[in-house]
């Protein structure tokens, strides 16, 4: 049975690797099958380049393999972020939720006019996250170690060794694998460091819905989001309401925003139809129904 898990994981990896647009499929098959050995020997822990910033990695995870064998986690979606970071210039403001150990936060803090927040719950990966941002003596970036919800609260979150797919539960036992984490609304954020994000990233496992939830009071302030599983119907009614368009999806070597996924999908972004059409008609990107 593990063996089985393991080989699919591996298939999966090479899957990856072969349809991202940026990578040499050989190059980085190699360099995945060096990563296999690195876990098997425990060989941590490592420091790893990501687009022009380090990363440092303390155990085997699935961001970590892919930022090792790609260069870069979500290729095209990281790099959409950050140009459309300088283009704002000092009113870029950018909301990681689900930061893990640091690949969006990183890569969007290189905009040196940027002011990033952070959210990630998990210690471990929080402690990771953290040691990144000084690694990297990033100063924009405001660290948050608490969980995002539709509400102020305490909620259950797993704590297993693969810190990539922590999540909250709701079952109310608490184990080894369980902890206690407190967490706040995004509107209650906005409003204790007076601040209004330009760009929402969200990626939770399966939390997304009660992000969303917990954010109507400055959702409308906000141009653009990237959210995990929001091909999913009610994140995508929910956030039509509002007046987003999408799910839609960037392709950097086209530099279109198209209606089409990338050949390794990436997560489905919404925009403000004000704001495409701006950056549309600049040129920085084509947009495309």
């Known amino acids: 049975m593990i063996k089985s898990i393991a080989f699919r994981q591996i298939i999966n990896s090479l899957n990856q690797i072969h349809c991202a647009e940026h990578v040499d499929t050989m190059t980085g098959a190699l360099r995945h099958i060096s990563w296999m050995f690195r ?34 986690y979500d290729y095209n979606n990281i790099n959409l972020i950050k140009l459309l970071l300088k283009e704002l210039g000092q009113s870029g403001v950018f909301f990681d939720v689900g930061s893990n150990i640091g690949s969006y936060t990183l890569v969007a803090s290189e905009v040196a006019t940027a002011k990033v927040f952070s959210f990630e719950p998990g210690t471990t990966a929080f402690s990771e996250l953290k040691r990144n941002i000084e690694l990297n003596k990033r100063s924009n970036v405001k660290l948050l170690n608490f969980a995002v919800s539709d509400k102020e609260s305490v909620l259950i979150l797993t704590n297993g060794k693969e810190i990539s797919t922590n999540k909250v539960v709701n079952n109310p036992e608490i184990t080894q694998k369980n902890v206690y984490v407190k967490s706040k609304t995004l509107d209650q954020v906005c ?29 409308e302030d906000t141009d653009m989001l990237l959210i995990e599983e929001g091909q999913n119907t009610q994140i995508c009614q929910w956030l039509l309401s509002f007046g ?41 990107i084509k947009f495309k129904r």
């Open 244 to 284: 987003f368009e999408g799910p839609y999806y960037f392709h950097l070597n086209k530099s279109a925003i198209l209606s089409t996924t990338q050949k390794r999908p990436e997560d489905p972004i919404f925009f403000r139809p004000d704001f495409l059409k701006k950056y549309d008609k600049k040129g920085v």
């Open 39 to 72: 876990r098997m020997f425990n060989k941590f822990p490592v420091e790893l380049k990501i687009s022009n910033s380090k990363i440092k990695v303390y155990h085997s995870s699935g961001v970590a393999a892919l930022v090792n064998c790609m260069g870069i």
């Open 191 to 219: 409003r204790e460091y007076d601040v209004q994000p330009n760009i929402v990233k969200i990626d939770v496992e399966g939390h997304e819905l009660k992000v969303l939830e917990g954010y109507y009071e400055f959702i």
